[in-house]
């Protein structure tokens, strides 16, 4: 995700916020409401750039993972397609994931 995408969310959230508790402070709920509606929503889009770039990181680990494969395929014999249908492979993808989407936070 851009940098751009990401200050223009935090500043969505921002403005959100700042609506919210201005409606808040002048009694008026329906203000307070499109504030809190404007904070979630970027919130939202937050968590999405963070999900997004966590599945950049794993696709370039796994072609990281396929091109080291292929490399040590050509003498064994072994297609780099069995060792994607591993179970271990899978397990890997996996916690590659899940490392990337923890570092985002």
């Known amino acids: 995700m851009s940098t751009s995408d990401r200050a223009e969310h935090g500043a969505e959230e921002l403005k959100g916020k700042t609506k919210g508790g201005l409606g808040d402070a002048l009694d008026n709920e329906q203000m307070e409401a499109e504030g809190k509606n404007e904070k979630s929503s970027a919130q ?62």
């Not at 937050?46 to 990181?57: N, P, T």
């Not at 249908?85 to 985002?104: D, N």
């Open 44 to 105: 939202l889009k937050q968590a999405s750039d963070k999900v997004q770039d966590a599945a950049g990181d794993v696709k370039a680990a796994l072609h990281a993972r396929l091109s080291a494969q292929r490399h040590h395929d050509r003498g064994a014999g072994e297609t780099s397609a069995d060792a994607v249908g591993s179970p271990i492979f899978a397990i890997w993808v996996t916690e590659s994931l899940w490392r990337a989407l923890i570092r985002r936070r």
